[in-house]
């Protein structure tokens, strides 16, 4: 996905006040800092993580939970060879919210973001 495809997809749910201000800028951000990392323009197989991740902020920003993954599901991804770049991407997340995501936020991101690093490593 292309910065410019989320951009108009967020600003869908944006305007529809689906997800907050924070979520969205928070996400562009995001955008920039994993097409920084892994140098390119479009990030394949990311449009997932990226519903997800501005969603996320927003069930944070209004107090809302999720119930996480499952302890099968989590077993699996906890096996991911990815956990160091994936720890590095949370916590740029949570130095944008200065504050930490929930445990089963960051659950969830470990599933999308290992497809995400895999696809464009």
Not at 24 to 48: A, H, I, R
Not at 58 to 74: A, C, K, Q, W
Not at 92 to 117: C, M, S, T
Request: hydrophobic share 35%; glycine share 4%.
């Amino acid at each position: 996905m292309e910065k410019q495809e989320m951009k108009i997809k967020l600003n869908i749910l944006l305007e529809t006040e689906t997800i907050t201000n924070i979520a969205y800028d928070v996400s562009n951000k995001t955008f920039d800092y994993l097409s920084g990392k892994y140098k390119k323009q479009s990030l394949d197989g990311s449009d997932m993580f990226w519903t997800h991740l501005c969603m996320a902020l927003t069930r944070i920003e209004r107090g809302e939970t999720l119930e996480g993954p499952s302890e099968n599901i989590m077993k699996e991804i906890n096996q991911t060879p990815y956990k160091d770049d994936i720890e590095e991407i949370i916590s740029f997340v949570n130095a944008q919210l200065n504050q930490k995501l929930p445990k089963e936020e960051r659950d969830f991101f470990y599933l999308h973001l290992h497809g995400v690093i895999e696809n464009n490593k």
